[in-house]
């Protein structure tokens, strides 16, 4: 399964951003699909994840109210919409799926086995 992540760009403090996360293969639709970033100097951590079906969700607690992951699985695309942007969230944003639906282990980085290649986000004060 290719990823392909997209929608970064340059925003505000407090402004808004949409990431979109397009997989090659239907068969996307049916694998957990999260979101995880990385900051210059820090290891990669995960924001946001969403079960197949899209019925759960699992977030980071430093983006609890402001994100917001949802997925189309006609058209094998994940989304995370952010809010109220702070420089905090300036990092290179990264999609992945788990094969093995392993919910219990969402926020795990290690369960996931495809990668997106990564959008930039960056949150000027």
């Known amino acids: 399964v290719q990823l392909q992540a997209s929608g970064g760009g340059l925003v505000q403090s407090g402004g808004s951003l949409g990431l979109s996360c397009a997989a090659s293969?239907?068969?996307?639709?049916?694998?957990?699909m999260a979101w995880f970033r990385q900051a210059p100097g820090k290891e990669r951590e995960f924001v946001a994840a969403i079960s197949w079906t899209g019925g759960s969700t699992n977030y980071a607690d430093s983006v609890k109210g402001r994100f917001t992951i949802s997925r189309d699985n006609a058209r094998n695309i994940a989304y995370l919409q952010m809010n109220s942007l702070t420089s905090e969230d300036t990092a290179v944003y990264f999609c992945?799926?788990?094969?093995?639906?392993?919910?219990?282990?969402?926020?795990?980085?290690?369960?996931?086995?495809?990668w997106g290649q990564g959008t930039q986000v960056t949150v000027s004060s």
């Open positions: 992945a799926a788990d094969t093995f639906n392993t919910w219990s282990r969402s926020a795990d980085r290690d369960v996931y086995d495809y």
């Open positions: 293969e239907r068969t996307a639709s049916t694998y957990i």
